[in-house]
DNA sequence: ATGAGTGCAAAGGCTTTGCATTAGG
DNA sequence: CCTAATGCAAAGCCTTTGCACTCAT
């Protein structure tokens, strides 16, 4: 499901325009890190990889990508944001959360699982007329790196 | 599974001992609230409910009861965290969560679903040498009363 | 008395906003 | 040209911390 980065970017550039937005130098670069990354990145790591932007520019073009459904920002354990391409252009995963580090990484599960989670949100969105755009199931705990870096 | 008033206190007096710390009034208070309501409240929401608490107290004390391990703190999309009581106290349970006005409530899941929640998660551990110390299965959408606003 | 707990106010850290400048169409 | 986008610095908001005071043991 994984989509080229040309594609990638094709598809970005038309939902901004959708949008009224320009794909501009500083979006593309935003999306070069989410696209070429198999996890959600934090702020920090999103400058590192995107040489000279302003962190104002950062979280203002974060906003309006999000906005245009192209990414998608998320809250883990800690009060550090991170962000990910939208779920349609990555395939729907999930996350593993290491709640020393606060690292997340992206996994898939299993069909069966995913049936599962689909019918109980149907049968919730049901019972209490509540309208389930999307689920989210994350793995809390410690990651490799941290139940070694703690001996 | 939902215990007395009377025992939640007790079993939080216990744990707090445990960690050298005192059940003050401003402690219970907070377990007062917490336990009285059938979802994860914020700082907002827990302050109408403590009379007269500072909310320096409200944070300090409610990090030294997630410590002890009768609190929970969770981050779910907007940037306020919210408090409920730990797992073992409340029952396992899932979030409901209305992505327009951040609300959060408590669900079941079916057994089913939680078993193949394991299985996934029992899988992860052994591949990623991650170990998973619980899971999180949050349906995110938008809920009646927003919903309803939004006309 | 003695240290934990409390409230108030100040400081912190991530994120957002104001404003003058730059650049894309 | 004219508006959108950018960078810098200032402001905001939730949360944490410093400090003097109070309370319980």
Redesign the interface.
């Known amino acids: 499901m994984k989509a080229s980065l040309i594609e990638l970017h094709r598809t970005a550039d038309e939902r901004l325009q959708r949008d009224g937005q320009r794909y501009t130098a500083n979006r593309r670069a935003l999306i070069d890190a989410l696209g070429g990354s198999d996890r959600p990145l934090s702020m920090p790591e999103l400058l590192e990889r995107s040489e000279g932007m302003a962190q104002s520019s950062a979280y203002r073009n974060l906003a309006i990508l999000e906005e245009a459904g192209v990414v998608h920002r998320l809250?883990?354990?800690d009060?550090t944001?991170r962000y990910e391409l939208a779920e349609d252009l990555t395939g729907h995963h999930h996350h593993?959360i290491?709640?020393s580090c606060g690292s997340v990484?992206d996994?898939d599960?299993?069909p069966?699982?995913e049936h599962?989670?689909h019918?109980?949100?149907e049968s919730?969105?049901a019972t209490?007329?509540?309208?389930?755009?999307?689920?989210?199931?994350?793995?809390?705990?410690?990651?490799?790196a941290c139940?070694a870096a703690r001996t």
Do not use: K, Q, Y
């Not at 209490?128 to 490799?144: I, K, Q």
């Open positions: 809250v883990t354990s009060d944001a593993v290491c709640e990484l996994i599960a299993p069966e699982l599962g989670v019918a109980f949100a919730v969105a209490h007329g509540f309208a389930v755009s999307h689920h989210r199931l994350d793995l809390v705990g410690t990651c490799a139940a």
